[in-house]
DNA sequence: CGCCGGCACTTGCATTTCGCAAGCGCTGCT
DNA sequence: AGCAGCGCTTGCGAAATGCAAGTGCCGGCG
């Protein structure tokens, strides 16, 4: 947790996300977890940003840290690791939810798809249940 | 617009934002001009964080470049600068307010009211149009 | 008119973080 | 027994950050 670490600067919400995900790429893999279905190393370090090995290798460690993502041996194959969100990163939903919205509004290249951008305007609790419901499907598969 | 950076890293919506606000200071600007009313360098700069200036004078360049905020000369003192959100910077409250919510859940040491959150979850779009309304008062003024 | 303080930055330099490439250790398969 | 796949570590040059001091402009006051 940001707050039991040394360099805490304040008590505000804002900067309390920022402590754990204020950087370039932490958000990029709560992304390939809660939409892409994203569960492995290899994985996430196959996403079109081309984040580094030791790069994702620490933010996965931090993620783990602070409660948003846990970690445990693949039961099919012994040498692969399964990483999945706590209920606490799957709560971050509605806030990537609203950066969806806000990029597909402002971003001329963005690649959502307009239909994605009009259920999210029309019926946005919905849609968030099909996510965590398709993403219940993913972790039982 | 990031987009129109060399360095663009791809087209997805979580990426875009991290392009402008994927740091440890960005956002905290943004808040001080959202929510505290905040227009001047020395206010951001006296914020609990403690930004230091080179950075705060970098961020706010960036900013203005990505249509965030703007810069004007202040018409009461002409040594001083007023920095506004734009549209666009403006409609990054939904955004703010989804992360107060997840910050106030679970930041057990928090400095969000819990009258703030009460209204949070029961009347948002009201909230919002309250924080909206006081901010363009305090432009005028 | 000249000086001084406030304000918005700039600059220089030490420290930290990042990005890239190579390598390591364990596992399962053949 | 050997090899390939996977998760992760290491080393090093490059870039970003943090800190402190300095610069330039404006307004106010004597």
């Known amino acids: 947790m940001p707050h039991n670490s040394a360099r805490c600067r304040s008590n505000c919400p804002i900067n309390f996300v920022l402590e754990t995900f204020g950087d370039k790429w932490t958000l990029l893999i709560?992304?390939?977890?809660?939409f892409h279905?994203?569960?492995?190393?290899?994985?996430?370090?196959?996403s079109d940003e081309q984040i580094s090995t030791n790069i994702l290798a620490d933010r996965l460690q931090r993620l783990e840290r602070d409660g948003?993502?846990?970690?445990?041996?693949d039961p099919s194959h012994g040498s692969k690791v399964i990483y999945r969100l706590t209920q606490k990163g799957r709560e971050l939903l509605p806030i990537m939810l609203e950066i969806t919205a806000w990029s597909g509004k402002h971003d001329s290249?963005?690649?959502?798809p307009k239909a994605f951008l009009k259920q999210?305007?029309?019926?946005r609790p919905r849609l968030a249940a099909q996510i965590l419901d398709s993403l219940d499907?993913?972790?039982k598969g």
């Open 30 to 34: 709560v992304r390939d977890l809660l």
């Open 37 to 46: 279905g994203k569960r492995h190393y290899g994985e996430f370090l196959a």
């Open 68 to 73: 948003v993502v846990e970690k445990q041996a």
């Open 109 to 112: 290249r963005t690649n959502v």
């Open 120 to 123: 999210l305007a029309k019926d």
């Open 137 to 139: 499907e993913t972790e």
